[in-house]
C-alpha cells in the first residue's frame, strides 16, 4: 500500500515556493484558530490527538500553530485543514482515540514505580529503568507526559518491562523504618574494624568514601546513604577484610565489630556493643557488683589477680572498693577550743592561752620521769593534758615522779 502511495505522488503534489503543497494548500490561520478553541474549551484533549484525528502529524500541527501564533503564514494541506475544521461540528471530538494504538495506560506503570521507590532506600528512576532494561531518559519522559496529561500512554513493551520488575539490586536495599542514623554509623565502623577500607566500603554500596567520610563527621545520613551503608553491610559483614592497619586504627579508636552488635540494639543510641570493652568504654564499679565478678571469676578455677586482670582492674582499686579506709576522727567530735572557734571573744582565748602555759609540779615530773626512762633523749615535754592519759601512766608517772622530785636537777644531769 505505501508503494501505491509513493507511486501516485505526482510533481503538482510536492510543495513548491509560492504554490505551498502543489496548489492543494491552504491557510492554516482559521484551522489552528479552530484547534486552539478546542483546546481551551476542551482541557482533556491533547494536540496529539487532534493531530492523529486529522491524518498530520502532532510535530506538523505543532509548528504550524506556532507559527500563526507568532503571526507568521502557514500553509497546511487543505484536506488536513477541512478535517481539522470538522472537528467538533461535523465531525465527534476524538474522545475514544486519546493513546496510539501501541500504548497502554501509563498509571500501573507509574503507580509501580512509586512503590519501588517506597520499598527501596536508593531506588532512583534511572535504576529503575536499568533493571528493567529501558532507557531511562524515555521512562521518565513517558513518566512526565503522564503527569501532565493523564491521558497520554506508554509503549506496552516498556509497560511490561517496569511491571516486571519486583526487586531491585544493590545499591537498592529493602528499607527498614527503624534504622537510624547512629546505626549507620556504627556500621561503618564496625566494618572497618572488621578490616575494611572506606574504599571497600563504598564500591560495596555503590557510593563514594568521600560520602562516608562525611556521614562519620557530620553525623547527618541521606537516603542514599542509608542505602549504600545497608548494603555494604549486607555484603562484607560475614567476612574480614584485608586492611591490617585499618583494623588496628579501628581498635584504636575504640569501634567495635559487627559481632558486638544485635539488629535490633545496633540503632538505639542508647546501647552498647556486647562481648567486648574498649579502652574507651569506662564502667561504674560498685562493690557489690565488684565482688560479684570476683566470685563469679573464682568459681570458673580464676584466682583473685587473675579476676581482677581480666576485669581490668588493679589491685589498689580494688582495695578501695572492697576495704575503704575507714575515716579520720569527725571534727565536729572533737572539742574546739577558743582559738579554733571564730566567734570567740577575746576574753576567752587569752584565758585559755594563760591556763596552757601553766605547769603543774606533777605534770614537770611526768615529763622528767619520761625523759629519765629514755635516758638517750632529752628532756621533752608532754603537750598533752594530764587528763588524756590513761590510769597505769598517770600511775606509774605518779611512782617516778616521787623519786625524781626528791633529787636535784643538777644531779640528775650530772648522772
Same mark, same amino acid.
Given at each position: ?50 493531530? %492523529?484525528? /486529522?491524518?498530520?502529524?502532532? *510535530? +506538523? !500541527? $505543532? =509548528? &504550524? @500553530?506556532? #507559527? ?61 529503568? %536499568?533493571? /528493567?532494561?529501558?532507557?531511562? *531518559? +524515555? !521512562? $521518565? =519522559? &513517558? @513518566?512526565? #507526559? ?270
Amino acid at each position: 500500500m505505501l508503494a501505491d502511495r509513493l507511486l501516485a505522488v505526482g510533481v503538482a503534489d510536492l510543495p513548491q515556493p509560492g504554490c505551498g503543497y502543489g496548489g492543494r494548500s491552504t491557510d492554516a490561520a482559521p484551522a489552528m484558530r479552530h484547534i486552539r478553541h478546542l483546546m481551551t474549551s476542551h482541557p482533556g484533549l491533547s494536540m496529539s490527538v487532534l493531530a %492523529r484525528a /486529522a491524518g498530520m502529524t502532532p *510535530s +506538523t !500541527l $505543532a =509548528a &504550524a @500553530l506556532k #507559527d500563526v501564533e507568532a503571526g507568521r503564514s502557514r500553509r497546511i494541506q487543505a484536506s488536513a485543514a477541512d478535517r481539522l475544521l470538522a472537528l467538533g461540528s461535523g465531525a465527534p471530538l476524538p474522545e475514544g482515540q486519546a493513546r496510539r494504538c501501541d500504548t497502554v495506560d501509563a498509571a500501573p506503570v507509574a503507580t509501580h514505580v512509586r512503590h519501588l521507590q517506597l520499598r527501596y532506600d536508593g531506588a532512583g528512576l534511572a535504576l529503575i529503568a %536499568r533493571t /528493567a532494561g529501558v532507557n531511562p *531518559s +524515555t !521512562l $521518565a =519522559a &513517558a @513518566l512526565a #507526559d503522564h503527569a501532565q496529561d493523564p491521558a497520554r500512554g506508554i509503549n506496552r513493551n516498556i509497560a511490561a518491562r517496569v511491571l516486571a520488575v519486583t526487586d531491585l539490586p544493590a545499591p537498592a536495599f529493602p528499607r527498614h523504618a527503624g534504622v537510624t542514623t547512629t546505626g549507620l554509623i556504627r556500621r561503618v565502623q564496625a566494618l572497618c574494624a572488621l578490616g575494611w577500607t572506606l574504599a571497600s566500603i563504598g564500591r560495596a554500596g555503590g557510593t563514594t568514601p568521600r560520602s562516608l567520610c562525611d556521614l562519620l563527621r557530620t553525623q547527618r545520613s541521606t537516603s542514599i546513604q542509608r542505602s549504600s551503608v545497608l548494603a555494604a553491610w549486607s555484603e562484607l559483614s560475614h567476612r574480614p577484610g584485608p586492611s591490617v592497619t585499618g583494623r588496628r586504627r579501628a581498635a584504636d579508636k575504640g569501634w567495635a565489630p559487627p559481632l558486638a552488635w544485635e539488629e535490633h540494639t545496633i540503632d538505639h543510641p542508647a546501647e552498647f556493643p556486647s562481648g567486648t570493652r574498649t579502652h574507651r568504654q569506662t564502667r561504674v564499679w560498685t562493690p557489690e557488683l565488684l565482688r560479684y565478678e570476683i566470685e563469679f571469676l573464682t568459681r570458673l578455677g580464676l584466682g583473685r589477680a587473675q579476676a581482677l586482670q581480666r576485669l581490668s582492674l588493679s589491685s589498689k582499686r580494688a582495695r578501695a572498693l572492697l576495704d575503704p579506709p575507714v575515716p579520720a576522727h569527725n571534727a565536729e567530735s572533737q572539742p574546739t577550743t577558743p582559738v579554733q572557734q571564730k566567734d570567740a571573744p577575746a576574753k576567752e582565748i587569752t584565758a585559755w592561752k594563760d591556763a596552757r602555759k601553766q605547769q603543774s609540779s606533777e605534770r614537770i615530773c611526768v615529763e622528767h620521769s619520761n625523759a629519765e626512762h629514755q635516758q638517750w633523749l632529752p628532756f621533752q615535754r608532754s603537750l598533752a593534758r594530764r587528763e588524756c592519759h590513761d590510769e597505769t601512766h598517770l600511775a606509774i608517772a605518779a611512782l617516778v615522779s616521787e623519786h625524781t622530785a626528791g633529787a636535784g636537777v643538777d644531779d640528775r644531769l650530772g648522772k
